[in-house]
């Protein structure tokens, strides 16, 4: 079982629609949890990060994290097609050597106009 | 602010030929460095990471490896390359546990 299991997708939403994107993990000593969004054929870029359950927002973007059940989740209200990207969630433990992080396998999200 | 840098963008290959991908870091000091390999539509795979000069950890075995001579210099080599070498390489760096910050790639097809 891989310790961090992200919606495959593909998803496919008209503009201006809420946008849900969820991971579940398994390994209890993830305290820091990241979203990533990439764009075809460039590098990840880091969209949100948090450390604490509940809800932090930035602009249209929402990150929730629930640690008594091990999911977190990405909202993006009021879609537009330049959302239209892979997200990967990501999410790291302070004692993890090389400060590796975990990484979900992405959800490609596609917005209509 | 930092900036990280990776080159070439594009490599075409021939299957046995040499390798070598070059990362480097602006405006950071001893950061941790990462090699990444990403299949088409398909997720991050960590090859190699460093948090320091001359110290690299190898997560998967397989036909590269990995070099750092310099603070913020992350050098991906091969020997002789493999059809299934072919793939995105990201090279990352942090400065802790908290996030990771990515490059724009290289993409490397090998014929």
């Known amino acids: 079982q891989k310790e961090v299991e992200q919606d495959p997708g593909p998803l496919s939403v008209p503009e201006g629609a809420i946008v849900s994107l969820n991971c579940t993990y398994s390994?209890?000593?993830?305290?820091?949890f990241m979203w990533y969004r990439q764009y075809s054929r460039k590098g990840p870029e880091l969209l949100m990060y948090t450390y604490s359950s509940g809800n932090k927002e930035d602009g249209r973007f929402t990150a929730q994290v629930d640690k008594s059940s091990k999911y977190i989740s990405l909202f993006i209200r009021d879609s537009q097609p330049s959302d239209s990207a892979t997200y990967l969630c990501a999410m790291s433990a302070r004692e993890t050597s090389g400060s590796r992080l975990t990484f979900g396998e992405g959800t490609q999200l596609t917005v209509n106009p | 602010s930092q900036t990280i840098h990776q080159w070439p963008a594009t490599l075409v290959q021939p299957v046995g030929s040499p390798l070598s991908l070059e990362c480097t870091v602006e405006?950071?000091?001893?950061?941790?460095l990462y090699w990444y390999r990403q299949a088409a539509g398909r997720g991050l795979q960590l090859l190699f990471y460093?948090?320091?000069?001359?110290?690299i950890s190898s997560e998967v075995p397989q036909n590269l490896s990995a070099s750092r001579p310099q603070d913020r210099q992350f050098i991906l080599s091969s020997k002789k390359l493999l059809l299934s070498d072919s793939g995105f390489y990201l090279c990352?760096?942090?400065?802790?546990?908290?996030?990771?910050?990515f490059g724009p790639g290289t993409r490397l097809l090998v014929l």
């Open positions: 460093s948090v320091g000069i001359g110290q």
């Open positions: 405006g950071t000091s001893n950061p941790n």
């Open positions: 390994n209890s000593a993830f305290q820091y």
């Open positions: 990352a760096w942090s400065a802790g546990f908290e996030t990771q910050y």
